[in-house]
């Protein structure tokens, strides 16, 4: 099966989400929708973190959003991990917003991101004095 977002290394499945795309509470929220029918497959939810980038970056550039699963049951681990693959991008489907909901969204992360760059340079500026 092809994962283009993820891949299964032993009893692991690493997913990745771009934050272009997602939030963390979005990724977490795909897998609260159908977490009941990843751990019947026998897997756990480990959890979700993003990539941090080394120094700053001159623009915002997206990062990967990761999400850990680890297979404990018994069978075939790849298809239990595959399955789940698939059921967490259906998740993601399931509670993705509505367009405006998210243009709005995409907009209040910007606002945020600016202000945050704002108070960066502020902070900056006084340490030069």
């Not at 509505?98 to 945020?112: I, L, T, V």
Request: with cysteine.
């Amino acid at each position: 099966m092809q994962m283009p977002y993820g891949d299964i290394s032993g009893n692991m499945l690493t997913m990745r989400f771009s934050s272009a795309d997602f939030s963390v509470a979005s990724v977490i929220a795909a897998i609260r929708e159908h977490v009941d029918v990843v751990e019947e497959l026998g897997v756990k939810f480990l959890g979700v973190a993003t990539e941090i980038t080394s120094g700053p970056t001159p623009v915002f550039r997206p990062t990967n959003i990761e999400a850990k699963f680890e297979y404990c049951g018994k069978g075939n681990c790849t298809e239990c991990l595959e399955r789940t693959y698939q059921v967490i991008w259906k998740g993601v489907i399931d509670t993705f917003p509505s367009e405006p909901e998210w243009a709005q969204a995409k907009s209040d992360f910007g606002q945020y991101i600016a202000s945050q760059a704002d108070l960066l340079r502020a902070r900056t500026e006084s340490s030069k004095d």
